[in-house]
């Protein structure tokens, strides 16, 4: 049996403080990864911070014209909320191609983009694994790696960050609100994931103590030109293998603006702004979605069994950046064809 002790605080502040002085303290939200993590044996909080009664359930348009997301707002609530179905259909379809309805139900924004990899050896406590035992090796380089990163991997750690919502909340220039022991500060959400490098133990840039309070995303521009494509192995519950998160603004029949983040290839969402701003007032047709394909995949390695996502990642940014072109409807089913 696992012993832990128990804090329902009534203040972010109070939950920061509980977090910062135990390093064995961690927060529960939707409780549907971290409970997981804790049956496997993978993690063993000392003391769980149970954040569900503090006051972040916001899904409001602020006036700005932002979409104000509460860390503690459902995935299921977000994604069915009129506004964000609305204004923000690239984030509901991507939040509604996770999991199951039942965990939607549960799972929260926050608990959403903090979610673990869900690498074969990092829940397997036999095998080695860097992000889980710091040093212990990679058992996936050179192992079972078919769910594995093809961008961005380092010697120590080939894991992909499994959030669908995270993939569409870098393409949509999202920001992540945290509050600690330093006060509260936003994060771009480009640079909240990390890469892996050499401390692979690390999924994010937060300090100890902190506490996500909020996800803001700012209006959105794209009218139906945004998608998100996720391909795997069955049509629901299952974690991606490749997928896209596209929006686009056309003027004439060009590019006037690009975004495309990619989930399933690397520890992180991966986007590169600088080659979307390349692609500017190329014409917005299959060629040049090509040719962007290849730019964005630029430096692209297998490691065996996942050598086929180094053919099926160009070929699902053309798909998703077509349908986003057609206004292509936003259920996945809609999806498998164009
Ligand atoms: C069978 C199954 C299939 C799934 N399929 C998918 C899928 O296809 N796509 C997908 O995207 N997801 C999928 N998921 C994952 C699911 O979306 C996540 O488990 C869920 O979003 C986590 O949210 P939660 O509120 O339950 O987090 P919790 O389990 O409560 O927490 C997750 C982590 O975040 C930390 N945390 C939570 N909230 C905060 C906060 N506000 N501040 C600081 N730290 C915090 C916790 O300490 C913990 O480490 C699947 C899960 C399961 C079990």
């Excluded at 506004?83 to 379809?93: D, N, R, Y």
């Excluded at 030109?225 to 069955?234: E, N, P």
Aim: charged share 20%; hydrophobic share 40%.
């Amino acid at each position: 049996m696992m012993r832990f002790a128990y804090q329902k605080p009534e203040s972010v502040a109070q939950a920061a403080a509980v977090l910062e002085a135990d390093p064995a303290a961690q927060i529960i939200a939707g409780g549907t990864n971290l409970v997981d993590l804790m049956k496997y044996d993978v993690t063993r909080p000392g003391t769980i911070i149970d954040i569900t009664g503090l006051d972040l359930k916001t899904i409001a348009v602020d006036e700005t014209g932002a979409l104000q997301l509460g860390a503690l707002a459902t995935n299921a609530e977000t994604a069915y909320h009129p506004e964000v179905q609305a204004g923000w259909p690239l984030l509901a379809s991507a939040i509604l191609a996770g999991a199951s309805p039942q965990l939607r139900n549960a799972a929260t924004n926050g608990g959403n983009i903090l979610q673990r990899t869900r690498c074969y050896y990092f829940y397997d406590r036999a095998e080695p694994c860097n992000k889980r035992r710091p040093g212990s090796g990679c058992g996936a380089l050179e192992g079972v790696n078919r769910m594995h990163a093809i961008l961005g991997e380092s010697p120590d750690c080939i894991a992909v960050h499994p959030s669908d919502m995270a993939v569409a909340l870098a393409a949509l220039d999202a920001e992540v609100s945290v509050e600690g022991p330093s006060g509260k500060r936003r994060i771009a959400f480009a640079d909240f994931h990390r890469l892996p490098g050499d401390r692979p133990e690390a999924d994010n840039t937060m300090e100890r103590g902190e506490i996500v309070t909020g996800i803001s995303v700012p209006a959105n521009p794209f009218g139906p030109h945004q998608t998100y494509l996720k391909l795997r192995d069955r049509l629901s519950y299952a974690f991606a293998l490749v997928s896209v998160a596209a929006a686009m603004r056309i003027e004439e029949g060009s590019i006037a603006q690009l975004r495309v983040a990619l989930g399933g290839v690397a520890h992180k969402p991966w986007r590169r702004k600088e080659v979307e701003a390349q692609f500017v007032g190329r014409p917005a047709n299959r060629d040049t979605f090509t040719a962007f394909a290849a730019a964005l995949l630029e430096g692209a390695t297998g490691h065996g069994q996942n050598d086929f996502k180094l053919e099926l990642a160009p070929r699902a940014i053309v798909r998703a950046l077509e349908q986003a072109c057609a206004g292509t409807p936003q259920d996945q089913a809609c999806k498998v064809v164009l």
